[in-house]
């Protein structure tokens, strides 16, 4: 809702400190999440994530949120979808190029990232452009899933099958961002139920045609079941 | 019996593009003018609709003596016209400097990648990221926009392709594209207050030149550059300042109103209500901006943008005396 979404980049600040601790609480819970697995929880934190974040920041559910640095203004409300804004169109007295009954997503990205603790370090971090195969799916599981990656050595992951390693460039060339929101340059395999049903046999496709180092068959699985990124893979 | 003469195949390997100078990105002209310490001009083609090259060397014609890279709209204000990588392939190919324009709106990110390699095949070695216009002020608003990349994240997959070698894929290019990159900012429309952090932004992706939109509003511009030296920007990426004459007080109402991101004060458009001659007041308000942006610190060139006024370009440059310790 447009007036709801206005409301939370004017409380940016108390949304940031709110996601931090929920953010902590996920990822503690890790290990539990990992036990009923991340493929059958998809579906349902997907859809209370859809609900809440639909309600206050008109979230479109890119399956990537990067809120914490856009001033707790979701950027896919942008026409343009900027990712790095604003663009260079914004109308007298802050209104979107496009549409210009609409505040500029960016100007109240910036506003709200002033407000915040660490907001306008994070709004100055580059952002990689959306992949469009995670639109629709909990971004909150994979950022859980990501940060508990990072403690693994990616070596070791891609030793393990873990890690996707056609998606590790993306990783490269944004890595501040990275650091900041794992999921926007996920490296995880992702469970089935977060991928379209298409996306998954194309991504196995080039998948394998591009990660030579591992065998097609473990790829293969790795995309049909659900990782269990702790154990590696699904060996 | 008549005897036809078969002509030579063309090889386009004949010409191989430039190998960039030492502490040069490119071979380009405009990085090798900039980086010598010179007051760069660019300029700004107007596009023909029309399939024929010699419309092409035609509307670059006025734009040639003085433009150190001309630059190619990538279908601006969402309007169709000849592609900028058919004008930067036949410009390049004619010896001319230019800057590939690259909007985010009509291509998605296979496109773009491919068609900067293609590019840099034919020649290019500057290119201009932008987000582009939205459709809606275009010829044809039913288009379906892309918008994959935004520019900040076209600059750095760019700088990836160039200084890593590969595609944001992660897959190996033979040979990378040396390119001089560039992108734009807009001083003068709000968040007046964010637009240096912005800039910043671009410089962090991998902007080593920026041409700005329209400055017409000096004193919105001097307090942007305020902030731009605060920051040390102006040392780590080269600033060319947007010009361009105004046709009259109509057409400047026109388009500050239609044209997305132009900001012209209302003292500007007195001046030309009040001029005897509007295009020829156009023209000096085009001057004395050009002078004036020579006297800012941190600005190293101008970007005139005289849509279907090409013909004033060279006299306005000479006018100013910016290009005086050339030659």
């Keep these: 809702m447009y007036s709801v979404r206005l409301f939370c980049t004017r409380n940016a600040a108390l949304f940031e400190k709110t996601y931090n601790v929920l953010e ?20 349902p934190v997907a859809t209370i994530e859809a609900l809440s974040k639909s309600f206050l920041f008109d979230c479109k559910m890119c399956g990537q949120c990067v809120l914490s640095s856009t001033g707790m203004s979701c950027p896919m409300n942008c026409p343009k979808n900027v990712r790095n804004g604003p663009c260079g169109g914004v109308r007298d007295g802050g209104f979107c190029e496009v549409n210009s009954q609409m505040r500029c997503v960016w100007v109240e990205a910036w ?64 890595p501040d961002a990275r650091k900041n929101h794992p999921s926007v340059a996920p490296l995880a395999n992702e469970p089935q139920a977060a991928l379209a049903e298409q996306a998954v046999v194309e991504q196995t496709s ?30 | 019996m008549i005897k036809v003469q078969t002509p030579e195949p063309f090889d386009p390997l004949l010409q191989v593009p430039l190998v960039p100078p030492s502490g040069h990105y490119s071979a380009s002209k405009l990085e090798r003018v900039l980086r010598a310490g010179y007051f760069a001009v660019t300029a700004e083609l107007n596009p023909p609709d029309s399939s024929d090259p010699r419309d092409v060397l035609k509307a670059a014609k006025p734009l040639i003596e003085v433009a150190d890279g001309i630059n190619a709209t990538d279908a601006s204000g ?82 990836t392709m160039r200084d890593d070698g590969v595609f944001l894929s992660g897959r190996k290019l033979s040979t990378p594209p040396n390119l001089f990159l560039g992108a734009a900012e807009n001083p003068c429309v709000e968040p007046l207050e964010w637009r240096a952090d912005r800039l910043a932004k671009k410089v962090e992706a991998g902007a080593d030149f920026i041409q700005t939109n329209y400055i017409f509003d000096v004193k919105r511009f001097e307090r942007f550059m305020d902030k731009v030296r605060a920051k040390g920007l102006h040392k780590k990426v080269f600033i060319l300042a947007g010009v361009g004459p105004l046709a009259s007080a109509k057409a400047a109402r026109w388009m500050r109103t239609n044209v997305p991101g132009v900001h012209i004060p209302d003292s500007v458009v ?21 002078k ?24 306005i440059i000479e006018e100013s005396g910016v290009l005086a310790d050339r030659v």
């Design chain 1, 24 to 43: 902590n609480v996920f990822i503690a819970l890790h290990p539990l999440l990992n036990k009923l697995g991340y493929n059958r929880l998809e579906k």
């Design chain 1, 111 to 174: 506003n709200g990232a002033s407000k915040m603790k660490s907001g306008l370090e994070r709004i100055s971090v580059v952002q990689p452009p959306v992949n469009r195969e995670l639109a629709g799916s909990s971004s909150w599981l994979r950022v859980v899933r990501e940060k508990a990656e990072l403690k693994l050595s990616l070596k070791q992951q891609v030793a393990q099958g873990d890690v996707d390693l056609a998606k590790t460039e993306m990783a490269n060339a944004f």
């Design chain 2, 78 to 159: 969402a309007n169709c016209h000849i592609s900028s990588m058919g004008i930067c392939s036949l410009l390049s190919r004619a010896g001319q400097g230019v800057v590939f324009q690259i909007s985010c709106r009509d291509r998605n990110r296979i496109a773009i990648q491919g068609d900067v390699l293609g590019a840099a095949a034919m020649g290019v070695s500057a290119v201009l990221c932008l987000t582009g216009d939205g459709v809606g002020v275009g010829d044809q608003p039913g288009a379906k926009a892309v918008f994959d990349f935004d520019s900040i994240s076209l600059l750095r997959a760019l700088k």
């Design chain 2, 292 to 315: 004036k942006m020579r006297q800012i610190e941190g600005v190293a060139g101008v970007h005139i943008m005289a849509y279907r006024r090409e013909h004033m370009v060279n006299e």
């Design chain 2, 270 to 290: 007195e001046r030309m209500e009040n001029a005897e001659n509007p295009s020829k007041e156009g023209k000096e308000i085009c001057i004395e901006l050009v």
């Design chain 1, 206 to 235: 080039v998948h394998t045609s591009v990660d030579r180092s591992l065998d097609a068959s473990v790829n293969t699985t790795l995309h049909t079941s659900a990782p269990s990124l702790q154990k590696g893979g699904s060996k």
